[in-house]
């Protein structure tokens, strides 16, 4: 009897280039570290399998295909000497640019933004982040329609939803995406409703919010089941959360939060993806505390930190909400620099030193975590008197439910309630 033939799919001949305009580079990290960052990407994307990769040095841009005659030849000859049946550039390409290379190269094209949104397509499981991903996607299709969707007919390359065979069949108009992206928007209201109403519940048992942020594959899952005792999928790969998690944590000085695990950045975070995801990241913009995890093993974790503060200033996070900067991965480091880091003398104030993945160090973060939550939340209480329309039952009810409320006497203007609250429960009436 013949043997069974596999069923599974072949994975996509991928190679990898990484344009470089060497000193008119903007970027922070160098040249080669951007490669390994785009291959470990590429790693991240289900069905493929890596046959090559490149740095392509530049001098300039050429407008019609971002690299010179030249380079374009010699980079055909090279993927076709590799075999490859996809070419994933890490950076920006124009849809002009795109168009004209797949041609000369006869090759399915992934720029950056593209890649980033096929791991998000694949990894997202909740209905928001299906929908985030959806509609992030629509905004960056509606930009290529010059390319008229050839790529569609192409049969070798396709994956998920930006392009290739299998992608559903968005009609070639800016007037059938805008209509599709108006339905999703609506559906993503819908359930952005529901979170928020969850936030309310949340502000009725007033525990403070910690929120894990960091650069991709910093260890802030492995940290948030270390410190839970929860099953989030951690993994060495970028991008392995994409869903938010909250659990709750008891504080050893008896204090109860809530943990929250978010999305990690990425340099060059496509803008549709960070207007996108703006309501999930909302449980950072309303964080009470700021866990900033740092992979302090990685060569450019300096440069990886200016990328999540540059990131969360877009986003606007607040100055003024405390940040405790988590040097993860410790256990990766010699002996003698891990010692040093853990040294008291040798940090610096708001740094914590641990290691998530064998608990080194954590019971310290813990007594940090309740040490700066106390300087912010444990504030004493003030006096005042609000006016609450007859018609706003919500409100009132939530004044009553935070037991806040001393008085109240019914007014011509409506309610009106005397309360002794934090600054912290004013923010959250607030925020309603």
Known sequence: MPEPSSTEARPTRAFVIHPDLGHARSQRRTAEHALAEAVALAHALPGTEIVGAEVARLRQVTPATLFGSGKVAELGEVLRAAEAELVLVDGPVSPVQQRNLEKDWDIKLLDRTGLILEIFADRARTREGVLQVELAALAYQRTRLVRAWTHLERQRGGLGFVGGPGETQIEADRRAIDDQMVRLRRQLDRVVKTRTLHRAARAKVPYPIVALVGYTNAGKSTLFNRLTGAAVMARDMLFATLDPTMRGLRLPGGRQIILSDTVG????????????????????????????????????????????????????????????????????????????????????????????????????????????????????????????????????????????????????????VSVRWTGRQKRAFEAL
Request: hydrophobic share 45%.
């Open 265 to 416: 950045f990425i340099s060059d975070l496509p803008h549709e993806l960070v207007a996108a995801f703006r309501a999930t990241l909302e449980e950072v913009l309303e964080a009470d505390l700021i866990l900033h995890v740092r992979d302090i093993s990685h060569p450019e974790t300096v440069e990886q930190a200016a990328d999540v503060a540059e990131i969360l200033g877009n986003l606007g996070v607040d100055d003024r909400v405390p940040q405790i900067e988590v040097w993860n991965k410790i256990d990766a480091l010699p002996a003698d620099a891990r010692e040093a880091l853990r040294r008291t003398d040798a940090r610096t104030e708001g740094v914590q030193a641990v290691s998530a993945l064998t608990g080194e160090g954590l019971d310290d973060l813990t007594a940090a975590i309740e040490s700066r939550l106390a300087e912010a939340l444990d504030e004493p209480a003030v006096q005042e008197t609000l006016i609450i329309p007859f018609e706003d039952g919500r409100r009132r009810a939530w004044l009553h439910a935070a037991g806040v409320v001393e008085t109240e006497q019914a007014v011509d203007e409506g309610q009106r």
